[in-house]
């Protein structure tokens, strides 16, 4: 089963929650697709036994081949090429590695090449098997880095996914061809906002989803209401405590040093396999 | 015209509630809120929208099953999945990028322009505001930023103003570096966690990247003293500018909860009053003057 945990709202809690499940559960991969600013590792601490950079295929222009005719521009929809007289220039990082150019090219003088945008890493911390991506500082784009992380999903394995924050491309790119989805949210107006985008997004995908209230007790009951009448299941709530949030600071899982919480935490992902099961 | 962009790389440190508060206390400047994804700021400062316009911000391929003889090429040649098994097009996927409609043999693949978001222009009590909405499930939030801002520009140009203040999104891809490119100060916003120390090491490598100015602000910093004492450390050791550190109040989340920024809600609290000091040293910094 692939658990992924999204919000659209940033610093609800969704790390928190998918660390703590993972450890709760055991025997689980746990991969960090927040490849822009990938924080698991800051809560799990593992051993990180290797890094391997990811690639994407970027244009080569042939200046010998090429004619300046401009047509590798004119089809490239993310004006990343740009033909002058004198020379085709190309900017990296609007590239979106379509390959579209070298099929435009009447010459055939672009080939591809690799372009290094980030790494993935591995490594472990007791049972949980921890993979994330990290992007290099000053590259765009985390959704090719994503799918490199997604790609070593184990399908015969249980698998918990740390998303990253927001409703568009990096979040699609993760929450695609999960079972479950669960969403972390804050019961204030800003968190029930954009739990009620994310929510959109979800319905649009047919991904099934529930919903964790955390630092319940803060702000206000619409988030409930909103579930309610939704028919959205509210599959835990996390209470405001001032120690849970000086163990986060300081990189400590809450789960290993309050009591209950283990169970609460294997109850949820119990939970949200008995929903995707249904 | 002077640019300051309010940005954290970790989510949720307090990046609206700050650039709520300093559209409140700046008065005339022109706002922009460049988070497309899950914009926010519209809750604290009410805008009223003037103008809509449609963001076209890709093209979307389109399959006429009457010519389409299921070759499967297209779906061989997309480097996005976006093609199914069924020979249909999976919108979400789609990056619009064109290559099945040039291959397809059988012609049968045309690329249609879709609306992926508004833009809004609109009116708040403290200034003019750019900003935008991306429907659900849309990509291309880094060109919508981009648009926001050519809008708040724009609205700089009519208003006799002296500062964009630009609310920018979480992380450090696409979307938050078009909303840093080109600004004169980025004002980082951290707490005092872990993570908050991290990301806030890649935001400053970020706008360090792309030549912009970077201040610090530490939010929540008595939630964890220690951490803070780091951040401070850190800041000084790269010659990093620390205008404020404020402290946890729940009367932030009143603000919210109350649909006002904090200094307009409780203009007597702490907060309100380290927010105030921030203001002076980021005014002092992009040498607008006292004001």
Redesign the interface.
Known sequence: MIVAVASGKGGTGKTSVAVNMALSVGNVQLLDCDVEEPNAHLLLHPNTHRTEPVYILVPHINEELCLRCGECAKFCQYNALFASPEKVLFFPELCHSCGGCTLACPRQAITEEERRIGALKFGSAGEVELIYGELDVGEPMAVPLIKAVKKQIENNRNVIIDAPVGTSCPVIETVRETDFCILVTEPTPFGLHDLKITVQVLRKMSVPFGVVVNRAGIGDKKVYTYCEEEKIPILLEIPYQRRIAELYSKGVPFSLELSDWKEKFQTLFGETKRLVEE | MKQLTIL??????GK?TITASLAFLARKAVLADCD???P?LH?LLHPEVIKTQEFKG??LAVIDKTKCDNCGFCRE?C??DAITKATEVDP??C?????CA??CPADAITMIVRISGYAYISKTKYGLMAHAS?N???????KLVTLVRQNARILFEKENSDLIIIDG?????????ASVTGVDIGLVVT??????I??LQ?AL??LA??NVKSLVTVNMHD??FD?TEKILRFCEENSIEVVGRIPFN?KV?EA??N?KSIVEYAPESDVAKEIENIWKRCRASLNLGNG
Request: a negative charge.
């Open positions: 954290s790389g970790k989510g949720g440190t609206t497309v994804d899950a926010d809750m890709s093209k040649k480097r996005f979400i996927a990056e619009g990028c064109g290559v040039a291959i991306l659900p499930g849309e990509a291309n939030s880094g999104p979480p992380g450090i891809g696409c979307p938050v570096i707490e005092p966690t872990m993570s908050g991290h990301d890649r490598q970020l990247h792309f939630i964890n951490n729940p989340i919210m909860v649909g």
